[in-house]
């Protein structure tokens, strides 16, 4: 049974009318067969360039920045080097960017062996090849700076991973090459970097939903090669590890841990153990991929093992799958440009709280785009920042009980059933990238 999800105008009406359907399996070998899609030519030149040029200059005002010096180089370079056009850095070089009313002024200052190149990928304004007369590339930087005389200027030092790129020897040579006058000056890009990445380009989105439906259907595919009594958790991650590198695509985070499979009780971001999986278990797949080594997904899928006899899952089973999927729906009906990543969590806690799920010590979503726990607003009850149009989330609707001898403490003997999806918010409300999982996918033998 299939359903076309609309934003969140339609959210209310869809949960009543689903809640109403009896339960049916989907059949796990009706999936379309996956194409190397993101084989071929990258868009992120393109992409980047029309990021740089639209959203940079908004972001930079928002943040207050009047500068933003990245220095960028080869074997220890910045997190943020291939988005602002540094990924190839052999020698030492520095970007500088100089906010003029309502749009930004991009230098590159580079040895000379590198700017033939960099010209002619024309990533920034003006490519300079700096010399030791010219006092290096951070020479260059402080004269610009000097003629610029900008009030703020913001580097890659501070509380914000992808934005804490500079060294502290970087910093002494930077503020030794600018003087101490402008060295006052100097803020955390943390803010700036935020407001920038957060917010993903309609063309980054079409992406993205390509790579979240290819990363929903090779969780299918993995579940259906499951056989209970022989399958372990770790053949599940092995398969979809081989998909992976059939297609040409890249784990959404550490390798380590993508896919993150489990049948057991609850072991949160973890390796696939050699657990085997047994008849009456709940399966979880946590996965995701990344495409053209840029965008990544975030996506979970539960199955469940039919036990001999048993066509649908047992009541208690169906009971906990349909309360964390009611979770998720009262956040992504909640979710709305204005609306606080508090609010969302908020809404999704109290059906955790009415349905009688223990609690977990997760929130309940995050953003995910160029690395799968992406800057921007998290989904959490701290965050206060309001929820814009471009930003995308993963988020989760959470049931979590013991298991017979735990604790009762999440993570000693738990079960958690997350349901977690990915979405965009539009000017309309929120929008799935794929439409949500909304039965259970059963594993017959």
Known sequence: MTFSFTPIARAATLCSALAAIPFVALP??????????????????????????????????????????????ENANDPLALHVGGENTGAPSSILFLRRGTSVQ??????????IALRELAVHDSVVAYTAESGGPLGEVAARLKTANPARIAINSGNLAMADGLSASQRI?????????????????????????????????????KAASLTEQLEHEAYATVVPGKTRDSDLAQFLKKRMRELAVEDGWSPAQNPSVNSGPDRGHSHASNRVIEYGDVIQIDFGIKV????????????????????????????????????????????????????????????????????????TGHSVGYWAHDVGPSLNRFNKRPLEVGHVFAFDGFFAWTLPGGTGKWGEGSKTISVEEMAVITERGAEYLVPPQQELILIKR
């Open 28 to 73: 796990l070998l009706a999936q379309p067969a996956a194409t190397a899609e993101f084989a071929g030519p990258s868009p992120w030149h393109t992409i980047r360039q029309e990021r740089l040029r639209t959203l940079l200059p908004v972001a930079m005002q928002k943040a207050n920045v009047d500068a933003w010096i990245v220095m960028v180089r």
């Open 106 to 115: 991009s230098y590159i200052f580079a040895g000379f062996g590198e700017v």
């Open 173 to 209: 040579a930077l503020e030794r090459a600018i003087g101490p006058e402008m060295s006052a000056r100097l803020v955390s890009s943390a803010e700036l970097v935020s407001y920038w990445l957060d917010r993903k380009l309609p063309a980054e989105i079409d992406i993205m939903r």
């Open 292 to 363: 053209f080594g840029v965008w990544g997904t975030d996506i979970q899928r539960f199955a469940y093992a039919l036990r001999p006899g048993e066509s649908v899952p047992p009541p208690d089973v169906q009971r906990k799958w349909l309360a964390a999927r009611r979770g998720g729906e009262a956040a992504f009906a909640m979710m709305r440009p204005g609306v606080t990543g508090s609010e969302v969590d908020s809404a999704q806690r109290v059906i955790m709280n009415r349905e009688g799920s223990a609690s977990v010590p997760w929130g």
